[in-house]
């Protein structure tokens, strides 16, 4: 199986004056994602190869020097594909505490279902019973929507999504070609500011971009490219996401 897979992350949040983060353990949940109308029944053997696999996929991830990891478990139409990937800042201790929380919410908010993608703010993590893995670069792939509440709005949201459009396009080349982890990230400081709707005004945008480790330099990039092109003009908030890829402005 081709291991090069592209799971990205592009972040970019107000630096202070967050609403309160619907958080677990100190991770902050993010998004959640029941990408496939085919079900499997509770101790099936779709179900167990599901427990069998996301274990040891997230002992791989929390182990490995770039916390990430792939694996499959089964066969036939039973075979389940995983994937677990830690922000390139996040130390062993605290990706498996991240990803440990993930299958929790998966197997209770997704019950039943064979395609499910997890997303805190420091990991992620996807089973399904498609082999994702083995086309990390899909062009036409739909991409997928949800709401990110634990920022403030800004009063000038095309401007704000410009500038992060800059912002998290700057690291994405060091990401790329410089880092073993696929992993950059970045500030811009605004003089004006930004006013929020709650009177504050803030003049950091923080930024990360993350691709996973065994993806090639140009493929990365140009995913990286494509999810940032694609940032809204004006819905800051909408978080969307390919097969291997999200995008949170």
């Keep these: 199986m081709d291991a ?5 992350l592009l972040l970019a949040l107000f630096s202070a004056h967050h609403h309160p983060a619907r958080s677990q353990g100190g991770f902050n949940f993010m998004n959640l994602l029941c990408n496939s109308d085919n079900s499997y029944a509770l101790n099936s ?28 478990a089964g066969r036939g139409p039973d075979q389940v594909w995983g994937l677990a990937l ?3 800042d996040v130390n062993g ?34 089973f ?6 083995a086309s990390p670069d899909d062009p036409a792939a739909p991409v997928q929507y949800g709401l990110n509440l634990d920022v403030n709005n800004t009063g000038d949201p095309a401007r ?20 073993t982890s696929r992993y950059a990230a970045g500030v ?11 009177f504050a005004v803030v003049r950091n945008i923080y930024g990360l971009v993350q691709c996973t480790p065994d993806h090639a330099p140009e493929a990365c990039l140009g995913c990286l490219g494509r999810l940032r092109d694609e940032m809204p003009a004006v819905q800051r908030h909408l978080r969307r996401a390919v097969p ?4 949170q402005p």
């Design 4 to 8: 090069m897979v592209s799971f990205l």
């Design 45 to 72: 053997t779709y179900h167990s190869n599901v427990v069998a696999l996301l274990g040891p996929l997230s002992a791989d991830a929390s182990s490995s020097t770039v916390g990430f990891a792939t694996g499959a």
């Design 86 to 88: 830690c922000r390139g």
């Design 93 to 126: 201790t605290s990706c498996a505490a991240c990803l440990a929380l993930a299958p929790g919410v998966a197997f209770g908010n997704c019950s039943g279902v064979r395609d499910v993608s997890v997303y805190y703010d420091r990991c992620l993590l996807r």
């Design 128 to 133: 399904s019973d498609e082999d994702f893995l």
């Design 160 to 179: 704000f999504v410009g500038l992060a459009a800059d912002l998290v396009g700057a690291p994405s080349g060091w990401a790329a070609r410089n880092s």
């Design 188 to 198: 811009m400081t605004s003089a004006q500011g930004f006013a929020t709707t709650d």
């Design 244 to 247: 291997h890829g999200v995008v």
